[in-house]
């Protein structure tokens, strides 16, 4: 089974991903992760993504879709993809890569969230430096302060998670990424979920839809 997420920035993908994947063993596959990742090497192709990143600007479509694919070249189903894909382009390019190895995407999860929260839930979110761990002030917190409660390391915030990088980001999305709630409605494959309740609330409802698209009556 091949899930996508899909949401504004700071909708809860990755928090929800993380859980999932736990639950049911799904391999996360995050692009922004992926491009964080390559956007540290010291070479042009690292500078040219850290660039566009930190500006909030999305990287052009080929540059991802190959990232992308090349992971699931390695074939086999089970994949959760968070943050990808989120123009047309992408989304048509990745449908017909799919079904031309006879594979496809089961179940599209959009998690809807209102700007106001988002602008919040931004702000407030630190992450750990050594192992990725996502906390937030207020709604996550870790129980020492600046400290993951995971691995120890020091807690920090992603260098675009400013009000003015946000504004961006949300434009973006609103432009180039909701535009897919159509496409992906008119495939039969679209679940709408409320995220702007408690974390263990939206949890509840993902594995709901989950279990009803895999089949399973829980
Ligand atoms: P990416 O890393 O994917 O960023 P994003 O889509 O902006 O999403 P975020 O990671 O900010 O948020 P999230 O939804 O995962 O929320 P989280 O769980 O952390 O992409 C980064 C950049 O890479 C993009 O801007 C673009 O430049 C580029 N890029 C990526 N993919 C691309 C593509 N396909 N094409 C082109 N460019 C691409 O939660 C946020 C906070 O809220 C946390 O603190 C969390 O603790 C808290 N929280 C979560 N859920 C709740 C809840 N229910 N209630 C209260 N708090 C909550």
Redesign the pocket.
């Known amino acids: 089974m091949n899930v996508i997420?899909l949401?504004?920035?700071?909708?809860?993908?990755?928090?929800?991903?993380k859980r999932l994947s736990e639950r049911y063993g799904f391999a996360h596959l995050?692009?922004?992760?992926l491009?964080?990742a390559e956007a540290q090497a010291d070479t042009d192709l690292g500078r040219e993504i850290n660039s566009?990143?930190e500006q909030?600007?999305?990287?052009?479509?080929d540059m991802?879709i190959s990232i992308?694919l090349s992971r699931f070249a390695q074939g086999g189903d089970g994949y959760l993809l968070?943050?990808?894909?989120?123009?047309l382009q992408?989304a048509e390019r990745f449908d017909a890569a799919l079904a031309s190895n006879g594979r496809r995407i089961d179940a599209v999860l959009s998690?809807v969230?209102p700007d106001e929260?988002i602008v919040e839930?931004?702000l407030?979110?630190?992450?750990c430096t050594n192992c990725g761990a996502?906390?937030?002030v207020q709604?996550?917190p870790p129980q020492q302060a600046d400290v993951c409660d995971a691995c120890g390391g020091a807690l920090s915030d992603?260098s675009?998670?400013t009000r003015d990088v946000l504004v961006q980001?949300l434009n973006?999305?609103h432009e180039q990424t909701e535009p897919l709630v159509n496409y992906y409605k008119a495939r039969g494959v679209l679940h709408k979920i409320d995220?702007?309740?408690?974390?263990d609330?939206?949890f509840a409802d993902f594995c709901r839809v989950i279990d009803q698209v895999a089949g399973v009556h829980s």
């Open positions: 997420l949401g504004p920035p700071g909708a809860g993908k990755g928090t929800q991903a995050s692009s922004g992760d491009l964080r566009l990143l909030g600007h999305f990287v052009p479509d991802i992308v968070d943050g990808f894909p989120r123009t992408q998690v969230v929260q839930r931004i407030g979110r630190r992450s996502v906390y937030h709604f996550s992603r675009d998670d980001r973006a999305f995220g702007a309740r408690d974390i609330d939206v």
